[in-house]
């Protein structure tokens, strides 16, 4: 499972004494089921190539969730994004006769995502959204209405390092992310700053578009492309920066936004996903000299107060609609 917020929801399931079994449509890149943290995995090795999706994965899925379920029989199904899980998971449900709740993960709200052409609405018994900005996507781009149920974090014990870091981006290096924006507002504040320290993790196509520009503006010394980091390394980090700087254009959620709060760092970020109305995320302008000001005054005061929204309270937010 390579995105945080579901293995961490997934975890706090089988803790909390719920029997869950994934199915995996394409990664990881093999076809021998596992168990990883006593949780069964039936991977079912579709690497997002056309003719898997077409036949191979379908085929498979429904051949192993009729062998899981007559071992051990389902209550639910949950599907994760409105795309190929929910469509092929409708399907199951029907075969079953069990209840299946989707979870809108992303731009799958979006009307551009063709499967929502093909999902039916009324085969749901619960769907859910990430948060009051997602919920608004859906509710607009289809006309569906939404649960709000916001991911959470472990609750485990604060992470103290010192902050060495001035301003911190975590994320895609892709146009989306527009961390073009955060090397434009790093120009301006190393002219207050000198010594600005600040640092972006994250791979992707625009990387070396990003590099250019950081050494076109001068600032090899002030800013640094760290790469792809791991989870633990990502958190070490987060933990180490005065100022979580997100520019994105769109979140439907931001699990780094509640990374962020928890470590004890100041968050900046346009009004998307979480951080659409949230009190304590300040929010971006898009006036580079207006937001340059309201980050150099946050860099010069103290640290904020440790946030937690802790994943027990999605847990509940689940179970609420699975029992609905």
């Not at 579709?46 to 051990?72: M, S, T, Y």
């Not at 949950?78 to 731009?107: D, N, R, V």
């Not at 010192?162 to 290096?173: H, P, Y």
Request: proline share 5%; net charge neutral; aromatic share 8%.
């Amino acid at each position: 499972m390579c995105i945080p917020a579901l293995w961490i929801f997934v975890r706090e399931l089988h803790d909390q004494g719920i029997a869950v079994t994934v199915f995996a449509l394409h990664y990881p890149y093999t076809k021998e089921p596992y168990s990883w943290f006593g949780i069964p995995v039936i991977p079912l090795n579709g690497r997002n190539k056309w003719l898997q999706r077409k036949v191979g994965i379908p085929i498979r899925l429904k051949r192993l969730f009729a062998k899981e379920h007559q071992v051990k029989p389902f209550t639910h199904i949950h599907s994760f994004w409105l795309g190929e899980a929910t469509y092929l998971g409708i399907q199951l449900a029907k075969k079953h006769k069990l209840p299946i709740i989707a979870s809108a993960m992303g731009q799958d709200v979006l009307a551009d995502n063709n499967y929502l052409k093909r999902i039916d609405p009324k085969a749901l018994k619960g769907l859910i959204s990430l948060s009051v900005f997602h919920q608004d996507q859906l509710l607009k781009s289809m006309g569906w209405q939404s649960t709000v149920v916001p991911f959470g974090l472990q609750e485990i014990e604060p992470i103290a390092v010192t902050k060495t870091v001035d301003l911190i981006g975590i994320g895609s290096l892709i146009p989306l992310k527009n961390y073009g924006y955060f090397v434009e507002l790093c120009g301006r504040l190393v002219q207050q700053f000198p010594h600005l320290r600040s640092e972006i993790i994250g791979v992707g196509p625009e990387q070396e578009r990003l590099q250019t520009q950081i050494d076109a503006s001068g600032l090899a010394n002030h800013l640094k492309l760290v790469g792809l980091c791991s989870y633990e390394e990502t958190q070490q980090r987060l933990a180490s920066a005065k100022l979580l700087l997100h520019p994105s254009v769109y979140e439907s959620f931001g699990m780094i936004f509640i990374e962020g709060l928890a470590l004890q760092a100041h968050v900046v970020a346009n009004k998307v996903g979480f951080a659409m109305d949230h009190p304590t995320i300040h929010s971006l302008s898009g006036n580079l000299e207006y937001d340059a000001e309201m980050i150099a005054s946050l860099l010069v005061i103290s640290t904020p107060e440790r946030e937690v929204h802790g994943i027990k309270t999605t847990v509940e937010g689940h179970l609420a609609v699975y029992d609905a």
